[in-house]
C-alpha cells in the first residue's frame, strides 16, 4: 500500500507519511470534505464510509495532523444540515495544537482564507468500527492558507 498517496512528496507531511506508513494505511483520498463543503453534500465522505460507520450515533476516528500527532475524535452525522462534524475534546486539542485560530486571524489579515483539507484511508492497525477489508477508518487533516476563492 502507498501511504503517500496523493499527499504527495511535500516535506512537511514527511512524519505523516511516516504514521501511514507504519499503520499500513491504503492511499489517503483527497479532501473528501472540501467537495463536501463546496456543495453541501456529504456523499464524497460518505462513499468512503462502510454503512457501520454512517449509520451509528458517533464514532471515535484517529484523526492525525502534518506532524503525525494522534487525536481520537467523534465524527458524527449531523440530520439537520446533513453534514458531518468532529467533536469532542480531541476536536479543541487539535484546534488549539495546531493554533487554527492564530492561522484564521494570520489568512484574514493577509486577505487569505485557512483552508481544510481532510484526507480518509483505511489501515488493519486501527480498531475498526465497521468491516471493511482494508481496515478501520482514520483521517488526516491538514490546513493552508491559499487565496481566497472568488465568487
Known sequence: MDAAGELGDDAELAALRDVLAALGATAPRGSVAAAAAANGDVSALSAFLTAGEKYCRGIVVPVFDRFGRRFGMRLRKIQANRSYRFFGSEWERFVRD????????????????????????????????????DGALGMAILTKIKEKART
Open 98 to 133: 495546531n493554533h487554527l485560530a492564530e492561522g484564521m486571524a494570520a489568512a484574514k489579515g493577509m486577505g487569505r482564507e485557512l483552508r481544510v483539507e481532510l484526507w480518509a484511508f483505511r489501515s488493519p492497525e486501527l480498531a475498526a468500527v465497521g468491516h471493511n477489508p
